[in-house]
């Protein structure tokens, strides 16, 4: 069983960054893929990006393409997300997910373990 711990979240102005991480404990983190996704009340939950069990693999919503980065250390079974010029519209509750699935997705589907979640707010 493994439990996700996000942090990072907080309150930024537009055009701003910052940088969320996920600690992973309880499992092979270096056999997992991981993945950050997004929910506000009005939209169903999004899958950001994801990145492969090696690190060099990564896929990214046309939203945040170019403006976000993920990235993993397995020495330190964490994850990274890192925003850049942040819009308002990046404004949402975070979630880091984990699967040990054999597959390479940002589908919400396809993840068997979540984190409690992170709020980011981005003021305008």
């Known amino acids: 069983q493994v439990q996700l711990v996000e942090s990072g979240g907080g309150l930024v102005q537009a055009g701003g960054s910052l940088r969320l991480a996920c600690a992973a404990s309880g499992g092979t983190f270096s056999s997992y893929s991981m993945a950050w996704f997004r929910q506000t009340p009005k939209k169903d939950r999004e899958g950001v990006a994801v990145?492969?069990?090696?690190?060099?693999?990564?896929d990214y919503a046309d939203s945040v393409k170019g403006r976000f980065t993920i990235s993993r250390d397995n020495a330190k079974n964490t994850v990274y997300l890192q925003m850049n010029s942040l819009e308002p519209e990046d404004t949402a509750v975070y979630y880091c997910?984990?699967?040990?699935?054999?597959?390479?997705?940002?589908?919400?589907?396809?993840?068997?373990?979540w984190g409690q979640g992170t709020r980011v707010t981005v003021s305008s």
């Open positions: 990145v492969n069990l090696s690190g060099d693999v990564t």
């Open positions: 997910a984990a699967t040990s699935a054999v597959l390479f997705s940002r589908s919400k589907y396809h993840y068997e373990y």
